[in-house]
């Protein structure tokens, strides 16, 4: 299994740069970063001080999406990058949240996400694409240039578009059971549109917090159900409360959900989000010393999780990203 590493792009751009260069000698595999250009500083400009500074990281966005960023701009900037530093960067996408919602926007749709996707991939790996009777190829593609293309979603619709459409799955939580349900769902969608399901890369991206105290880690991670919840409310508005297209162990926690303050989106004091129990935040989480880290790392590769990315947001950023490289990643093996 590999481990990824999830940062927000708050100034100074340097000590995001830093912490990846320290995740790659840790032995982590990719460094992502949000994509929500108003609510922190622009990504693109930051990978390629982190591609220039180290080896082997692959980069990309969690997420990116194609109402904020033209899409031929998203293929560009990939291609740019993966020109200048080899194939080293992946397209996280998804229909937006933080980036559209603080612009007073809502997310795209699915049909248009499932469009940019195509267009994003081809153009990036220097293929012509037909956009509104235009044909477009980007001519300085070199052959063998290569984007995978991730696709995050939580809802029946969104899974069946990433197993027929998109080169890896980003699910934002960590429950066991949910991690098996979407899975499957994103399996069994492959498998009906002739693809190969074993061929889709499956990443889990959620908070890690290496610490005894459970109370404390629990405080520090809680603002990601309030993010998870989000997305959550979008479901619950199109399926109902109660929905056999959706378990009601994602959709029930958010009924004392009171709106969500976007200015303090992904932090630890959001006080949006009092209303995760301490339940749920266990769920969606990984809270606890190595030994806890590892058991539900096993349960999730288990279910055939690839990747496992840390979102790294909370008072022991450092101590989390140390602890993985020093107790996590060699057990892993």
């Not at 927000?8 to 740069?17: I, L």
């Amino acid at each position: 299994m590999d481990i990824g590493l999830v940062l927000q792009t708050d100034p100074p751009a340097s000590t995001v740069v830093d912490l990846m260069v320290r995740a790659e000698e840790l032995g982590f595999s990719h460094g992502w970063t949000f994509d929500s250009h108003v609510l922190w500083q622009e990504p693109y400009v930051i990978y390629s001080r982190i591609l220039e500074r180290t080896s082997r990281l692959l980069v990309g966005p969690m997420v990116t999406n194609p109402g904020t960023r033209d899409w031929t701009v998203i293929a560009s900037l990939h291609a740019t990058l993966n020109d200048m530093f080899g194939n080293r960067t992946i397209c996280g996408i998804g229909r937006g949240d933080s980036a559209m919602r603080v612009q007073g926007r809502p997310p795209t749709t699915l049909a248009r996400l499932e469009a940019s996707m195509r267009v994003i991939r081809e153009l990036a790996e220097g293929r012509a694409v037909d956009l509104d009777g235009t044909t477009v190829q980007i001519p300085w593609v070199r052959a063998g240039a290569s984007l995978p293309v991730w696709m995050a979603g939580y809802g029946p619709k969104a899974l069946d578009l990433v197993g027929r459409a998109a080169d890896g799955f980003i699910l934002q939580l960590a429950d066991p059971y949910l991690v098996e349900w979407t899975v499957k769902t994103v399996r069994a969608a492959a498998e009906a549109a002739g693809r190969d399901p074993a061929a889709i890369t499956i990443c889990v991206a959620a908070p890690a917090y290496v610490g005894d105290d459970l109370a404390h880690a629990r405080d520090q991670c809680r603002w990601f159900g309030g993010m998870v919840g989000n997305h959550v409310a979008d479901l619950v508005s199109r399926y109902g409360e109660s929905s056999d297209a959706v378990p009601d162990v994602l959709t029930g926690y958010i009924a004392g959900r009171h709106g969500y303050d976007y200015s303090h989106h992904g932090r630890a004091d959001n006080r949006s989000t009092d209303f995760v129990p301490d339940e749920v935040v266990e769920r969606f989480c990984l809270l606890g010393p190595p030994a806890a880290q590892l058991d539900k790392l096993a349960q999730l590769r288990e279910l055939g999780v690839d990747q496992f990315a840390i979102y790294a947001m909370h008072d022991a950023r450092e101590e989390t990203i140390e602890a993985y490289g020093r107790s996590v990643i060699p057990a892993l093996g």
